[in-house]
C-alpha cells in the first residue's frame, strides 16, 4: 500500500489480560501517548516490519508478546503543514493486535522516540494521541472494543 505519496507503516497494540493496552510516551512531545509504530523496511513485509518496531521501540519480542490478530485493512492519514517531510503526504499503515504472555511484563522505551510507558483504557490512549491520527485510532481500535 504504500506509494510516492504515502509511506508504508506498521502499528502494534499490546493488550493484557485485564483489556488495556500498553501507550508510549513520545521523547519530543510529553504528555502525548501513542502506540509502537514505524515504517515497514524494503523487502520486509508488514508483519517482519511490525515485530522489528515492537522490538526497536519497546525491547518487547516473541518471549515477551504473541501475535494474535491482524486489522484486515490499511489505514491512511495525512500528516498536517509542519510535519510533512519531503514529498510524501502522510502514512499508510497495518496494524497488528499482540497480547502480553503474562501482565508482568515490562517495554523498555528506546529513549530516541519513547521515554515512558502505562498500561492504559483504550479510549484513554484514543484521547491522548496526536489529532492527525486520532480517525485510524478511533477506527481500528473503536472497532475491537
Known sequence: MGSLQFRAGTVAVVSNSKGRVLAFQRTDFPGQWQL???GIDVGESPVEGAWRELEEETGLG???????????DWTVYEWPDGV?????????????????????????PDGDEFDDWKWVKVPWLVDQVV???????????????
Open 36 to 38: 509502537p509504530q514505524g
Open 62 to 72: 516473541p518471549t515477551d508478546v504473541r501475535l494474535v490478530d491482524e486489522y484486515p
Open 84 to 108: 510533512k517531510r519531503g514529498a510524501r503526504l502522510g502514512q499508510a499503515q497495518r496494524w497488528f493486535f499482540f497480547e502480553a504472555r503474562n501482565d508482568e511484563v515490562e517495554p523498555t
Open 131 to 145: 489529532e492527525f491520527r486520532k480517525p485510524s485510532y478511533q477506527r481500528v481500535l473503536g472497532a475491537r472494543s
